[in-house]
């Protein structure tokens, strides 16, 4: 049996594609980088700490250590290290 962990989403709205519940958070694998992401049009925002409208094409790849197919979906604990309380995320 496999376990899926949960995709927790920020409660606010995506700058880039106007909706809510769109934006999360991944984590490397490799060396622990968090990347947030809309799911809706797949971009990464730059700078994780703000949802401003630098963004690259989602394409699996770390942009800090460049390994490929190692982000995979953040845990509470790496949201609530970000300043996240659980009130704001779903």
């Known amino acids: 049996m496999s ?3 949960p ?10 594609c106007g909706q809510g519940s769109s934006l999360t958070y991944l984590k ?8 947030l992401v809309c ?3 797949q971009l990464e925002f ?6 401003d ?7 699996n790849t770390c942009r800090i250590c460049l390994n490929v197919n190692c982000l995979s979906t953040a845990a509470s604990d790496d ?5 996240y309380e659980p009130i ?3």
């Open 7 to 16: 995709v927790w989403y920020l409660r606010r709205e995506c700058p880039s």
């Open 39 to 41: 799911e809706e049009e």
């Open 53 to 59: 409208f630098a963004t690259r094409v989602l394409d």
């Open 88 to 90: 704001d995320y779903q």
């Open 79 to 83: 949201l609530q290290s970000l300043g």
């Open 28 to 35: 490397c694998d490799s060396c622990g980088s968090l990347h």
């Open 46 to 51: 730059l700078d994780c700490s703000t949802t």
């Open 3 to 5: 376990i899926v962990p």
